[in-house]
């Protein structure tokens, strides 16, 4: 075996072990008790392996020439995650540089997979590929404009931001597990994850509301 080969054969089994773990971290995460020491330390050990992820996908996209739709999913995971946890650290829409230049760093990163769409092929379903493109846009979109809400309106919005941001790279991460261990159920396997981490997140962000409307 030559060393690229073996460069390869690591990068994937690192790629495996960080992704399941991070899935377990998140099934952990959204069982337990939100706001607590517990849940901030778990919340950054999953963004941490969920670093090593984007990286292990990164380099078998450039480096190994692997599935470069897996480019897309990797990047959404990501800067939702990192979008999730900068909600969280900052609370308020003021712009700060690390924000606006990740938001633009993904942006860039779906004009790279759309110029290179006819070479790469509609390898997944082509529903899963203009979604996920979309609604990477669509969570961009929504970043640059936060800006220009008021301040004391975002006040009310960010948790409810937090939340769906960090369920939604969670799901994505699940969706990008489900659809390559599970080919033979595509589409099933690809987007119903993705139902799965709306219908949570939408509990959660309810659940909010209410401890807040009666002030639990």
């Known amino acids: 075996m030559d060393i690229f080969s073996l460069f390869h054969r690591t990068n994937i089994v690192i790629h495996i072990l960080a992704g399941s773990s991070a899935l377990l971290i998140g099934i952990f995460i959204l069982a337990a008790t939100k706001?607590?020491?517990?849940?901030?330390?778990?919340?950054?050990?999953?963004?941490w392996l969920l670093s090593i992820v984007i990286l292990t996908g990164l380099l078998g996209v450039f480096i190994f020439k692997r599935n470069s739709f897996l480019l897309v999913i990797t990047v959404l995971s990501g800067y939702l995650g990192f979008s999730g946890f900068r909600v969280m650290r900052n609370r308020s829409n003021k712009p700060r540089l690390p924000d606006v230049a990740a938001a633009l760093l993904s942006i860039l990163s779906v004009f790279f997979f759309i110029y290179y769409f006819r070479s790469i092929g509609m390898i997944w379903s082509p529903v899963i590929i203009y979604s996920t493109v979309g609604y990477l846009v669509l969570v961009v979109v929504y970043d640059l404009g936060k800006y220009l809400f008021a301040k004391k309106t975002y006040q009310n919005m960010w948790m409810y931001e937090h939340i769906i941001k960090m369920v939604s790279a969670f799901s994505a991460l699940l969706s990008a597990f489900t659809g390559t261990v599970l080919p033979q159920y595509?589409?099933?396997?690809?987007f119903l994850p993705s139902v799965f981490g709306s219908v949570i997140a939408l509990?959660?962000?309810?659940?909010?509301?209410?401890?807040?409307?009666?002030?639990?």
């Open 35 to 47: 706001g607590g020491k517990r849940h901030r330390i778990y919340g950054r050990l999953f963004l």
């Open 186 to 190: 595509h589409p099933y396997s690809q």
């Open 203 to 216: 509990g959660f962000m309810l659940g909010y509301w209410y401890k807040r409307k009666f002030k639990i």
